[in-house]
């Protein structure tokens, strides 16, 4: 068992491998697509002013075909000219942003997941979009995306899509097995031994090679291991029960070899999906259309249902992934730049061409309930509406989940522990310690309290 660890020290310079320089985005500077940039609620006269003058903004997203999306926003505002840039994909985005965040040449307006977020309000880099509005669009949005953020009292961006987690299996297999998928998780391990026996195969894939699978479990089960003050404190917390209950199942799992443990989304687990290795994946709402065009040979053989339970629990999830568009606090174009944000985020014809077309999984209600959207018949699941089921799925996330403000810290350095340790098969408790002992060290040398 992991001893209770209690410690705290006084907040120094926050480094984060980003410099003090950051701090500067905390200051207001003028706009040059209409108005200032101070705390106070911007008018409707300020917008429209703005939204006429010739305004070009700079965009970084790595979502495909979000060109579709700008082309709808700059047809309604035509003097306002967005100019697109993929960066290389989130991480490599993350790198370069920071970079000019430092010099001051930033974007105006930029992707950033969920996990990511705290990095950049911690230092002041995104705009607080509350006196431009972004406060009374709370309902729209799917209240687990909202309080990503929605924290500390700004709202930090607007969410754009969502990863509720529910599970995509094999009918065929579990056919073969004589077994259904299991409800709860008091059923699962008998299920895996059972299928095990009968197939020679695994009922599923624990990846280590991404945190994202086993925190979304962690989340399911109420365990909340990070927080995050918005200032100067962090909570590290993974001796709590449902911690412990978590890992404890799937470190008995992996010991008695029932569960496969290979790294997700490369060459050979996009084989073992197609080839019947495993029968199941604890998959995001994003995963439904990305395995049909990775396991198209196993069309009409999957099915989606719901994770198994813990017993006695109400019916949760946890999520995988998802995003915030966020307006830079350098912007020279602060009102133009909010206005694309809610544009892109709110606008129906944008929010059901993301979710139809591009087949990102809507944060917004609305686009969730669309007829369009939810009733969608997949062929590659015998015709099932996988949609329908993750937006019930995503009612069932809690929203009280949190993120700590050195993300990049945290997912190395669970690679290199507990990551490693599903991996190679040995024991997760004593990974999970050093996974730990790693984020308090960190946390303490760039001056946070941890409790």
């Not at 200051?27 to 106070?40: E, Q, V």
């Not at 196993?298 to 006695?312: D, K, R, V, Y």
Request: charged share 20%; net charge negative.
């Amino acid at each position: 068992m992991l001893k209770p660890r209690h410690r705290s020290v006084a907040l120094g310079a926050l480094s984060l491998g980003l410099t003090g320089a950051l701090l500067a985005g905390c200051a207001s500077s003028s706009d040059a697509g209409g108005g200032s940039t101070d705390t106070a609620t911007i008018t409707q006269e300020q917008i429209d002013e703005a939204m006429s003058t010739p305004t070009t903004i700079d965009f970084w997203s790595w979502v495909p075909d979000i060109q579709n999306e700008i082309d709808l926003f700059e047809a309604k505002y035509p003097e306002i000219t967005v100019n697109l840039s993929n960066q290389g994909g989130a991480t490599a985005q993350y790198q370069k942003l920071r970079t000019v965040i430092e010099s001051g040449d930033v974007p105006d307006v930029a992707q950033i997941e969920y996990s990511f977020l705290p990095s950049f309000t911690l230092t002041g880099s995104v705009l607080d979009l509350t006196p431009y509005g972004a406060a009374d669009l709370a309902d729209q949005f799917v209240p687990s995306t909202w309080s990503q953020v929605a924290t500390n009292g700004g709202v930090w961006g607007l969410p754009q899509d969502a990863g509720p987690t529910g599970q995509l299996y094999r009918t065929d297999l579990f056919a073969q097995a004589g077994i259904e998928p299991p409800a709860t998780w008091e059923e699962y391990p008998a299920a895996a031994k059972a299928f095990k026996d009968a197939t020679g195969s695994y009922i599923t894939d624990l990846p280590g090679n991404s945190f994202s699978p086993i925190l979304a479990l962690l989340w399911q089960a109420g365990a909340r291991p990070f927080g995050f003050d918005g200032d100067k404190t962090v909570t590290i917390d993974f001796d709590s029960d449902e911690v412990q209950q978590v890992i404890g199942f799937w470190n008995d799992l992996i010991q008695q070899d029932l569960v496969a443990t290979e790294p997700q989304l490369d060459d050979n687990w996009y084989q073992s999906m197609s080839n019947g290795s495993y029968a199941s994946w604890l998959a995001a709402a994003w995963g439904p259309v990305f395995l049909q065009g990775t396991a198209e040979n196993t069309s009409g053989l999957w099915q989606a249902t719901e994770l198994p339970q813990w017993e006695g629990a109400e019916p949760a999830s946890g999520n995988q992934g998802g995003s915030a568009v966020t307006v830079l606090a350098d912007s020279d174009a602060k009102i133009a730049a909010a206005e694309f944000v809610k544009f892109l985020n709110t606008d129906p014809e944008s929010t059901l061409k993301f979710a139809t077309e591009q087949f990102i999984f809507p944060a917004t209600v609305a686009t969730q309930e669309a007829p369009e959207f939810r009733d969608q018949e997949l062929p590659f699941y015998g015709g099932q509406k996988v949609n329908s089921l993750f937006v019930d799925i995503n009612a069932t996330v809690a929203e009280d989940w949190q993120w700590l403000p050195f993300n990049d810290f945290a997912s190395s350095s669970f690679k290199e522990t507990l990551g490693a340790a599903i991996t190679q098969k040995t024991d997760l408790f004593a990974a999970l310690d050093e996974w730990h002992a790693q984020l308090v060290e960190y946390a303490e040398q760039q001056g946070f309290t941890v409790e």
